[in-house]
T-cell receptor, first 114, second 112 residues
């Protein structure tokens, strides 16, 4: 049982490049989410999805796009990377939300924008 | 405006003693609280949670206390073990089942 798998684990981009961070879960979870963690900061919600075809914005959505075409996958797209997007990105999933059913997190993608 | 505050960036305790991690919140709409533990280079893992209808929840060595009037919660770890050394995040939810607000975390170091 792999849980939540994030790829790649590390990535260096140049300003203006685009990239997709991949997230896949094998637990048949309906709810998936993306967070970013910056030094000295807690995790901040970027986007979330409550099921295939349904996505919504979190606390810091600007500069990021998401889509959910299958239950298993929830990719995060950076259309034009900026140095301010240098961060560690975590994907998480749960059966139906963030209360009563704790989220399972991936091990993160460390992204540097030069 | 930081709605979930963990004012102690770090805490050091001796093995076998009690660890107390504190968390304050400002949003009165929060009604569910969780603690996550995070080791370096790994994602956070769920530890324990509490609903606002309770004031205490216990799971083995871990107990969370909630004081709604003070908008304060604390995580007690007894006895502390070296393997407990990690960053602990307090998180809160309210009004929506789909959004969590995290604190900045507290680095706990348990010394043998």
């Amino acid at each position: 049982n792999a849980g939540v798998t994030q790829t790649p684990k590390f990535q260096v981009l140049k300003t203006g490049q685009s990239m997709t961070l991949q997230c896949a879960q094998d637990m048949n979870h309906e709810y998936m989410s993306w967070y970013r963690q910056d030094p000295g900061m807690g995790l901040r919600l970027i986007h979330y999805s409550v099921g295939a075809g349904i996505t919504d914005q979190g606390e810091v959505p600007n500069g990021y796009n998401v889509s959910r075409s299958t239950t298993e996958d929830f990719p995060l797209r950076l259309l034009s990377a900026a140095p301010s997007q240098t961060s560690v990105y975590f994907c998480a999933s749960s059966y139906s939300g963030v209360t009563n059913q704790p989220q399972h997190f991936g091990d993160g993608t460390r992204l540097s924008i030069l | 405006d930081q709605q979930v505050k963990q004012n102690s960036p770090s805490l050091s305790v001796q093995e076998g003693r009690i660890s107390i991690l504190n968390c304050d919140y400002t949003n009165s709409m929060f009604d569910y609280f969780l603690w996550y533990k995070k080791y370096p280079a790994e994602g956070p893992t769920f530890l324990i949670s509490i609903s606002s209808i309770k004031d205490k929840n216990e799971d083995g060595r871990f107990t969370v206390f909630l004081n709604k009037s003070a908008k304060h919660l604390s995580l007690h770890i007894v006895p502390s073990q070296p393997g407990d050394s990690a960053v602990y995040f307090c998180a809160a939810s309210g009004g929506s089942n789909y959004k969590l607000t995290f604190g900045k975390g507290t680095l706990l170091t348990v010394n043998p």
